[in-house]
């Protein structure tokens, strides 16, 4: 099993960043997948899923400024945030939708947005 998130960082207000993540083909293939993050003591929400057609969801709180996509050939999902928002920091996992705090998370990727 493999969730590999990358591409986070500390960024300012109104800044961008771009995370990848690379999932196994066990939980990549034909499901629907999607970012979540996890700000300290809050509870893990998910932010943006993507079928494997490529229809898009976002929560209230990213839509407008972040998009996902996802290459099914390299069994990989993109997170690009723009606009970014101290509210935005948090630590950022990829997996399947829906998925359960027993699941696999992997690493995850911390984002901090600070001036």
């Known amino acids: 099993v493999q969730l590999q998130a990358s591409g986070g960082g500390l960024v300012q207000p109104g800044g961008s960043l771009r995370l990848s993540c690379v999932a196994s083909?066990?939980?990549?293939?034909?499901?629907?997948m999607g970012w979540y993050r996890q700000a300290s003591g809050k509870q893990r929400e998910l932010v943006a899923r993507?079928?494997?057609?490529?229809?898009?969801v976002y929560a209230d709180s990213v839509k407008g400024r972040f998009t996902i996509s996802r290459d099914n050939a390299k069994n990989t999902v993109y997170l690009q945030m723009n606009s970014l928002k101290p509210e935005d920091t948090a630590v950022y996992y990829c997996?399947?939708?829906?998925?359960?705090?027993?699941?696999?998370w992997g690493q995850g990727t911390q984002v901090t947005v600070s001036s």
């Open positions: 997996n399947k939708v829906p998925s359960f705090p027993a699941y696999y």
């Open positions: 083909g066990s939980i990549f293939r034909s499901n629907v």
């Open positions: 993507i079928t494997s057609g490529g229809s898009t």
